[in-house]
């Protein structure tokens, strides 16, 4: 038997999406000797990024993780985290989140915003059959707006756009967190991958380090201080496994259903996903202009019944707006590796709603009335697993002295919109408290 390898840093970082890597970097450029562990790889490199191989091999359970309701998860386990398969969308955090929690990351999110140059696509880049829904949706008294966005045209070889960027960007024009993980490793920060974290190490209610498999070795890594930022459901994994029995009950999920119908014009499925988008605050939703990627389109809806997947030739054709229903913490990530995300009797008649407004847009923008139906439930946004005001505290940091969790799971609600702008700010004011 080979002895387990043992690693040494000021900080550990787990994992490397959004949070982790926004972390890692802010730590090494402020002199932190910093060690960033991911269970995935880097796939930028790799031929198949990007395209739908690609996502098979790089999301947990090649796509097929369904919660045990069957809500089905996209979890991408690579470097740059979930943010390689995001709709490239930004969304300041909401208000909520400084006005009933106290925690305010406005200046960190203006800051990312400037950095990375966070602005809605020009009108041109929007999509026709996009535009055309969102005014639909003006006409009926929504005040859709232009989405702002993580993509930057201008970077890209050549903007070639449609929903398929969901598979990974090819053409350069979208963020990832994996940038911010080349900036981490340029500022020094030591980067494991195939580095699974299984528990955190502690004595005498201080966190000491971690430990698991790095290349299906064990491994010890030992620092003082520990940021576990492995997502939603990753996170709550580690904190059970370590004693936290808390963790991981209750979640939620910014549920999805993306209501289709079919025009005689072109549809948005070759367009930029989520270019315009409108929120109803007070029902808790927002809507956006999405059509899933051409094989994704009889695959998922297929999941409803086959008569669905059967739409498939039309797809060219099919105008599609997205649902995010803000719901209501529920179910869970459980010890066993099960996940439960039950729509609550409050989440239900208000999906209901905004399925009936996605319908009047839809019609409004040209789709014939007989040809619309919802597509599955499905989940994006697992988060609020590690809740701030339960298992962490404002400062994210948990009972344990020095260990800190920094990703989507310290949401103490569903956000109901993009989460990513969010998770940065909340990694640049962390990154601020460690460096005092
Ligand atoms: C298809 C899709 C579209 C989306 N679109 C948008 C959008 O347009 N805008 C937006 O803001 N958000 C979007 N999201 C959501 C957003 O991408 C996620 O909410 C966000 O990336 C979560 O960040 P995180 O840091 O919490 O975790 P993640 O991004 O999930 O990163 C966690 C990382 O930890 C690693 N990890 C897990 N377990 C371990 C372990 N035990 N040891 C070591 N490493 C581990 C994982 O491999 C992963 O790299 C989308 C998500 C999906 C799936």
Redesign the pocket.
């Known amino acids: 038997m080979s002895s387990p390898l043992s690693l040494q840093a000021d900080v550990i970082v787990?994992?490397?999406?959004?949070?982790?890597a926004t972390v890692a970097r802010g730590l090494a450029r402020g002199g932190k000797k910093t060690l960033l562990?991911?269970?995935?790889v880097d796939q930028r490199p790799r031929p198949y990024y990007g395209t739908y191989l690609g996502a098979l091999i790089y999301s947990d359970r090649s796509s097929l993780l369904f919660t045990q309701e069957g809500l089905n998860i996209?979890?991408?386990?690579?470097?740059?985290?979930?943010?390689s398969?995001?709709?490239?969308?930004?969304?300041p955090p909401p208000d909520w989140l400084k006005d009933k929690y106290g925690v305010d990351i406005g200046q960190e999110v203006a800051e990312t915003m400037e950095e990375l140059e966070i602005a809605p696509l020009p009108p041109e880049l929007r999509g026709e059959a996009s535009t055309r829904i969102a005014q639909a949706g003006q006409a009926l008294g929504y005040d859709w707006e232009p989405q702002l966005k993580f993509m930057r045209p201008a970077r890209a070889r050549k903007f070639d756009c449609g929903a398929k960027c969901?598979l990974g960007c090819r053409c350069g024009a979208k963020w990832n967190?994996a940038e911010y993980v080349d900036e981490a490793v340029a500022a020094g920060v030591d980067l494991r991958t195939r580095?699974?974290?299984?528990r955190v190490l502690t004595e005498d209610g201080r966190v000491v380090g971690v430990a698991?498999r790095l290349a299906g070795r064990p491994f010890t890594a030992r620092a003082g201080t520990v940021v576990l930022?492995?997502?939603?459901i990753?996170t709550p994994?580690?904190l059970q496994a370590s004693g936290v029995r808390q963790a991981g009950v209750g979640m939620g999920m910014d549920t999805t259903v993306i209501v289709y119908g079919f025009s005689k014009k072109r549809g948005n499925g070759n367009e930029p996903p989520?270019t315009w988008s409108w929120e109803d605050l007070d029902a808790g939703y927002m809507l956006s202009t999405l059509t899933d990627p051409w094989l994704l389109f009889p695959l998922i809806n297929g999941l409803k019944s086959p008569r669905y997947a059967l739409q498939w030739p039309k797809w060219n054709n099919a105008l599609g707006v997205m649902i995010k229903l803000r719901d209501e913490i529920s179910g869970g990530v459980f010890p066993d590796g099960k996940i439960s995300k039950p729509l609550t009797d409050n989440d239900r008649p208000r999906m209901e709603r905004a399925e009936e407004i996605c319908r009047k847009i839809l019609v409004e923008a040209g789709a014939d009335p007989e040809t619309i139906f919802a597509s599955p439930l499905r989940g994006?946004?697992p988060?609020g697993t590690v809740r701030i005001g339960t298992l962490v505290d404002t400062n994210l940091q948990t009972e344990t002295l020095g260990l800190y969790v920094c990703?989507?799971?310290v949401f103490p609600e569903a956000l109901g919109r993009?989460?990513?702008?969010t998770?940065t700010g909340l990694g640049k004011r962390l990154v601020k408290r460690l460096l005092q």
Do not use: Y
Request: with cysteine; aromatic share 2%; glycine share 22%.
């Open positions: 787990v994992g490397s999406g959004p949070g982790g562990l991911e269970r995935g996209v979890r991408p386990l690579m470097v740059g985290g979930a943010t398969m995001f709709a490239g969308c930004a969304a969901m967190a580095a699974r974290v299984e698991g930022s492995a997502g939603g990753g994994r580690i989520m994006t946004h988060s990703d989507a799971s993009p989460t990513v702008l998770i």
